[in-house]
């Protein structure tokens, strides 16, 4: 039986696709089902739309505050059987609202070795810091920014590469891995 993705995401929305992509041409058994945006610029809303993947569009700021937003976004997930939710530059910290209700079932994609280099641009943050190794990582979420325990992770090397042959390699990377733990926890 087809198990049941939900995705999360603020941005671009790469990883977004390699997921649904993965999906579609058979290489995951499963399905995605639900895309969850908060923001509704987003150019992974434009993706989902060519997946004919549903979308929930949010604007955080016009709710009181997370547990508001977060009650509905429960409400929507429930009205399937969801299997594994799946952040990929979702940038916001979810609560116990969502973590009460799925737990162990949340994962997230960051591009560094956790547990360094957390939060934002930590491919930068890794380009700039000196090390000659970063890589990818993947993890169960919990309430901390990029923490949980690790699922797994790809190194990368950084050689003398320019910062966005880096970011290149980094994206390449985590559009595999994700599949490959997906895979694995499903
Ligand atoms: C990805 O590099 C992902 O690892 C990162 O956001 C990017 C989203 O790209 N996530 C984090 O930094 C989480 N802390 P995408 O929208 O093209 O998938």
Redesign the pocket.
């Known amino acids: 039986m087809y198990k049941k993705i939900a995705i999360f995401?603020s941005?671009?929305?790469?990883?977004?696709e390699a997921i649904a992509q993965a999906c579609a041409n058979g290489r995951l058994n499963a399905e995605v089902v639900l895309l969850i945006c908060d923001n509704p610029n987003a150019l992974?809303i434009k993706r989902a739309e060519k997946f004919n993947i549903p979308v929930f569009k949010f604007e955080p700021k016009t709710y009181a505050n997370k547990a508001e937003y977060e009650t509905e976004i429960v409400q929507i997930l429930k009205k399937q059987t969801i299997d594994l939710i799946c952040l990929?530059?979702y940038?916001r910290l979810v609560s116990e609202v969502l973590l009460n209700e799925y737990e162990g079932k949340i994962i997230?994609?960051?591009?560094s070795l956790l547990p360094t280099f957390k939060?934002?641009n930590?491919i930068e943050q890794a380009y700039h810091s000196g090390v000659k190794i970063t890589g990818v990582t993947t993890h169960f979420v919990d309430k901390t920014i990029?923490g949980g325990k690790i699922i797994d992770q790809v190194s990368v090397a950084i050689d003398n590469c320019e910062l966005q042959e880096l970011e290149e390699k980094?994206?390449a990377v985590?559009h595999e891995l994700y599949i490959q733990t997906i895979k694995k926890l499903l």
């Open positions: 995401a941005g671009n929305g790469s990883n977004f992974v990929a530059g940038m997230n994609i960051h591009p939060g934002l930590a990029d980094i994206h985590e």
